[in-house]
């Protein structure tokens, strides 16, 4: 038996993902199972992780300690819960409205809090027409995909460049 006879020996005919019917190694079919197997078992700790603490959002513990000296009660609060319903790449899309009856206080502390945070260079306010678009900042926290962060972070130092030149 030559080593291209076991060679052939170890091929199996499978279907691949455009459901064509193709022959291919025995050793990287096993892996294509294993790796499988293994996507799976993060995709099931995953469901179980969301559905038990819910989604996670990365916050820098500097923003942390600087929020706990220079933010009021309030602020925390309203941070707290921005960050909490904070969509991919940090985008808030609940109203005033909704934020006061979620925490049971009223709009106009809502608007105030959202204000300060805005000062203060926590969260971004992104006005269209009559209505405001809340976004935490980047350096604040972020939920989404790194490279997304990376690509938030070289254009704001970009921006500050070309501020810096003007």
């Not at 992780?49 to 989604?55: F, K, V």
């Not at 409205?97 to 300060?116: D, W």
């Not at 980047?138 to 704001?156: M, N, S, V």
């Amino acid at each position: 038996m030559t080593e291209e006879d076991s060679q052939d020996r170890t091929r199996i005919a499978i279907y691949n993902s455009e459901n064509v019917w193709v022959e291919q190694d025995l050793n990287t079919v096993a892996s294509m199972i294993l790796n499988k197997d293994k996507r799976k078992q993060v995709s099931r700790l995953n469901q179980f992780i969301t559905s038990e603490l819910g989604e996670m959002v990365m916050v820098f513990q500097n923003v942390l300690k600087q929020a706990a000296k220079e933010l009021g009660y309030e602020e925390l609060r309203m941070l707290s819960y921005l960050m909490a319903v904070c969509d991919f790449e940090n985008w808030i899309r609940v109203s005033q409205k909704n934020i006061a009856e979620s925490l049971g206080i009223q709009q106009s502390s809502v608007s105030r809090a959202i204000n300060n945070l805005a000062k203060k260079e926590y969260l971004e306010i992104n006005k269209q027409d009559r209505l405001n678009f809340y976004r935490i900042k980047h350096k604040t926290a972020w939920k989404g995909k790194l490279e997304l962060l990376k690509k938030e972070i070289i254009e704001f130092k970009s921006k500050q460049e070309m501020e810096f030149k003007d």
